[in-house]
Nanobody
Framework: QVQLVESGGGLVQSGGSLRLSCAAS????????MGWYRQAPGKGRELVAT???????NYQDFVGGRFTISRDNVKNTVGLEMNSLKPEDTAVYYC??????????????????WGQGTQVTVSS
């Protein structure tokens, strides 16, 4: 069964921390690059961070060294440690595969399986 389950979101004050976790089915996780995405109210879904199947991380510029992505290839999980959170980080966070090439990194299609996401709210 194709499945993605995100957890760990919540309400924190500006400057606080959260750790997100994503449990993925093997068909999505195994041997694939993975990423965390987010969607703020009224905005499109955007990529936050990626991690290759070998564990090499990459972050979007707006992360600014505040987040750390990780993966456990035995448990099929992806983590996102978020520190120094800002109100503009408020969004629903999702994990899923990511497709990266010389042209950039791309998310799965909306019609592909996605989890329910986990809400992160940062108060000022």
């Amino acid at each position: 069964q194709v499945q993605l389950v995100e957890s760990g979101g919540g309400l924190v004050q500006s400057g606080g921390s959260l750790r997100l976790s994503c449990a993925a089915s093997g068909s999505i996780f195994s041997g694939n690059d993975m990423g965390w995405y987010r969607q703020a109210p009224g905005k499109g879904r955007e990529l936050v961070a990626t991690i290759t199947k070998y564990g090499a991380p990459n972050y979007q510029d707006f992360v600014g060294g505040r987040f750390t992505i990780s993966r456990d290839n035995v448990k099929n999980t992806v983590g996102l440690e978020m520190n120094s959170l800002k109100p503009e980080d408020t969004a629903v966070y999702y994990c899923n595969r990511v497709y990266c090439s010389g042209l950039g990194c791309f998310a799965p299609q909306p019609s592909d399986p996605w989890g329910q996401g986990t809400q992160v709210t940062v108060s000022s």
